[in-house]
């Protein structure tokens, strides 16, 4: 809990409330906020019951359960786990003889803005036969897949086979470096890696197969024995005898029938890494049954699906957004979806509202950063402006991976959502499973900064550093109170520091240490995020440990002595990343800190991905220190806002530093 704000300013009040329209709290799953209360009540008083009734009614289960909650081995809680099920059998399969089964599982555009659509019928035979192929190819139930894929239907098609035959996927976003990759295979210990030979965002060709090779010839990965590459694109790329196969031609000799194998509701879905405190990605394990519930449940309370919903959730599937809200909610509800390969601003900026309007997307859910961009571009070019396409489709607007800013609320609220959609600023994380603070769309009156209240089942609290419940009003830390079905279950392979980072001893060791401050409104008790209380950023909607940008600085050893890094805010990816840096030789200046700078940003880039480099880069003599050596990192973040030092410099060491790492480059 290092760094934690106790005294969050709660001076920022926003009056404006969006009361949810009558038409759409007619019809919604959870009408009105006597129901949301009712909901909630139930949950709590008795929570073990809520869900067992859920759980059955949700989700389809070889072998019913016949304990909900167990918790004797706090805080490693087991949900439904004498039950037995098969994830892709309940996104998939269920559907099968129902009028479902010939309907539009996945609209896909890609990049270059080609339409594909496949129904659940077709998918199911897609993911058996994927599913047959990981089996030939000697992968067993419990063993671990990373999955390296662009944003396609044959990324969703790899998880749901990987989930199909009871193996445990691992997906690493396609901005990932081979460094990187190459510690995720080894970390979850793979035996396979499903990828493409290039991946194709904005009109690039990006290749992905070459970073594989790179990463398997780093070493320590000797555990994966089968690569299967997709030919995304016609560029040819090396392949390995023995090792690597084109995945088409192994489709080609295996059979569209693949019976799924049932697992215990505990059994690993998937390990998605996600940074943390310290310079090593945690990689957060989820479970297939508590996992796969809420999922489903979130799907109707949040997004409140209808049948002829047309659902766009713009995340990747690298992400865990992309995991719930791409590959398994919306197929586990039936859903049509749309899934786009491609970026927001290519061939234009008014790619997202085309696509909406040619779709007619009826839910969008997408981050701040994206929205933020799109405002800066439509407001230079109204050729890209919301207002050129007929957005009338869509019904509901969400938001997620940051705090969304009022001004931005308003664009989204009144551009794209024609002052008729409530929007649903989503508050979780990869760790939560799915949302677990959010406004419920016929339901909760909306705030615009607000992730507003907790979903049932969800006992959400702010408290101070010693687990005490804070008043409204007061800003501190928030925790959850009681597990819930799709809670992170551990860190794979370091249960250590899954305890010590999420139920600390501190807080009593049985309360969910989210990791960010929050503060609830007076007057509604409504909750606001007010931003990560440890050493983790978020750029852009990303996740990005400091400690992980150190570690990567520091490991270019010819040149670099000291680093720290720090965030600022930026108005339009949320956080920037400022490294301050002290070489190993002379401080430079002008010109060539330009250039030094520039080697340590495309040096991050490879460690880490381009995501993790750093905006600015300062270099100074030495870093602000105690007398007993620890970096003042809170000094840092102050000059790297470019405001003046008011914090009492007394204990440092050498303040004269301050001066010097106060003038950016
Ligand atoms: O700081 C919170 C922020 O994103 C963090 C979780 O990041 P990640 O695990 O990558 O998952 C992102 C997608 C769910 C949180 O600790 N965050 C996420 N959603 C919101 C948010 N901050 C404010 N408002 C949100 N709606």
Redesign the pocket.
Known sequence: MSGSQSSIESTLVENRVFEPAAEMAAGAAVSGMAAYEALYKEAETDLEGFWRKRAKENLVWSKPFTRVLDESNAPFYKWFDDGELNASANCLDRHMGTPTENKTAIIFESDDGQVTKVTYKELLSRVARFANVLKTQGVKRGDRVIIYMPMTIEGVVAMQACARIGATHSVVFGGFSAKALQERIIDVGAVAVLTANYQMRGGKELPLKSIVDEAMAMGGCEAVTSIVVYQRTPTDVNMVAGRDHFMDALLASESDVCPPEMVDAEHPLFVLY?SGSTGKPKGVQHATGGYLLWARMTMNWTFDLKDNDVFWCTADIG???GHTYVAYGPLAAGATQIVFEGVPTFPNAGRFWQMIDRHKCTIFYTAPTAIRSLIKAAESDAAVHPKQSDLSSLRILG??????NPEAWMWYHRHVGGERCPIV???????TGGHVITPLPGATPLVPGS?TLPLPGIMASIVDESGQDMPNGDGGILVIKRPWPSMIRTIWGDPERFKKSYFPDELGGTMYL???GAVRSKDRGYFR?T??IDDVL?VS???MGTMEIESALVAKTDLVAEAAVVGRPDDVTGEAIVAFVVLKGARPEGDEAKRIAKVLRDWVGTEIGPIAKPKEVRFGDNLPKTRSGKIMRRLLRTLAQGETITQDTSTLENPAILEQLAKAL
Do not use: K, L, M, Y
Request: hydrophobic share 30%; glycine share 14%.
């Open positions: 996600t992400w865990i957004t938001s997620v991976g940051e705090p969304i600023d989503t508050f979780w994380q990869t760790e992730c989210a990791g960010d995020i931003g990560r978020n909607g990303h996740r």
